[in-house]
């Protein structure tokens, strides 16, 4: 039998699977090898780019951390919108002071932008596209570590962000969270951060002592 540290080791490791995709066809099941199916109260699908597609009016979806979709060099974001109204501002998708893909408010300009949090969140990465009611865009964005970047339609700009970064345990949540809800569809989502660190829980290397070296919690 294996050591426990090391079965621990190999549990979390196993933890890692890539990223998220959520096509929305008819459903909000992970069809990557995790199978980190995504939450709404109450989904509701529409005529999609491809197949069906998810409607947004107001709640946002969520799917539970994991160390694959947090903020780490290689980043990658790809997805369609679809907007039925124009909006002050749309929060696309994003995980909380890590990294998040919006449209801006109208008083920066209604552009595509995509910013990552390193000691603050600019600058960003804009696209000067503002969104026209009835119209599938596809955006893909990211970060390698030196670069955040994004891409709307084949439009692609980058801005310089070189600096560490840490991974936070906040869902990836797809809708409205700090700046304005909006109505439309989003479809083909895909999320995969590879090189993200995944932090333990818990570990007990059971070296002369029954104490968890990560939280400081003991065994009785």
């Not at 980190?36 to 998810?54: M, N, S, W």
């Not at 109208?106 to 119209?135: C, D, H, L, M, T």
């Not at 660190?197 to 570990?203: G, R």
Request: negative net charge; proline residues 9%; hydrophobic residues 45%.
């Amino acid at each position: 039998m294996r050591p426990l540290f090391l079965t621990l080791l190999a549990a979390t490791a196993a933890l890692a699977q890539p990223g998220v995709r959520l096509p929305f066809d008819g459903e909000l099941r992970d069809q990557g090898p995790a199978g980190r199916d995504a939450y709404h109260p109450a989904p509701r699908f529409v005529a999609g780019q491809a197949g069906q597609a998810l409607a947004l009016d107001g709640d946002r979806v969520t799917v539970t951390d994991d160390p694959s979709l947090r903020l780490a060099p290689g980043l990658e974001i790809d997805l369609w919108v679809r907007f039925d109204d124009t909006p002050a501002s749309a929060r696309i998708i994003g995980k909380n002071e890590e990294y998040q893909l919006r449209v801006d408010p109208s008083v920066e300009g209604a552009n595509f932008s995509f910013f990552v949090v390193i000691g603050g969140w600019e600058p960003r990465a804009q696209v000067k596209i503002a969104p026209v009611v009835g119209q599938w865009y596809h955006l893909r964005a990211g970060w390698d570590g030196l670069v955040a970047w994004l891409d709307v339609d084949g439009q692609r700009t980058e801005t310089p962000r070189p600096a560490p970064a840490a991974g936070l345990r906040a869902p990836l949540t797809i809708g409205p969270l700090d700046i304005g809800p909006f109505t439309g569809a989003i479809d083909e989502v895909r999320v995969s951060s590879p090189n993200a660190v995944a932090t333990y829980a818990a570990n007990w290397a059971f070296d002369g002592t029954l104490t968890d070296t990560v939280a400081d919690r003991a065994l009785a």
